[in-house]
């Protein structure tokens, strides 16, 4: 019981947690606005703006920042992991979605010559760079706003 009480105070944890949901909840609206269709898929999936990523490491970032100083080792240690995480969601995970959707329309060519395929792969995978700031901004609002 200690533990879970230990975790649900653990500052640095909730507002990571909050600022992804905030995150996740905004890309459900962004594509309410865009394409007029409520698809709560969105709140769980990857890809979109802004970057869930982003804002979950930022606000880690923050939070740990102000816990434990924003000179403290453990502040520089979570600034590198952020950075990485940002410069994965921007890069290398952009770079298999863009992959993701050449390979479904090879396969939409292979099927029109009778061969089926049972699955896509998926393209929204990661971000633009846009979506990547936006994210970082908003993990860096919410740490220093909440709790």
């Known amino acids: 019981m200690q533990l879970i ?38 709140l769980v999936g990857s890809g979109g703006m802004p970057s869930s990523h982003s804002a979950f490491v930022m606000a880690m970032c923050v939070k740990v920042g102000e816990t434990v100083g924003y000179d403290s080792p453990l502040f520089g240690v979570a600034v590198v992991i952020g950075f990485i995480v940002m410069y994965d969601a921007a890069g290398v995970r952009r770079a298999a979605g863009k992959q993701a959707a050449v390979l479904n329309k090879i396969i939409e060519e292979i099927e029109n010559m009778d061969f089926h395929f049972e699955e896509r792969l998926k393209e929204l995978l990661g971000h633009t760079p846009v979506e990547v700031i936006a994210g970082a901004l908003l993990g860096i609002v919410i740490g220093l706003i909440f709790f």
């Open 5 to 42: 009480q230990a975790i649900w105070n653990n500052n640095v944890l909730k507002a990571a947690v909050v600022a992804w949901f905030i995150a996740q909840l905004l890309k459900v609206i962004v594509v309410l606005i865009q394409s007029r269709k409520l698809d709560f898929s969105r």
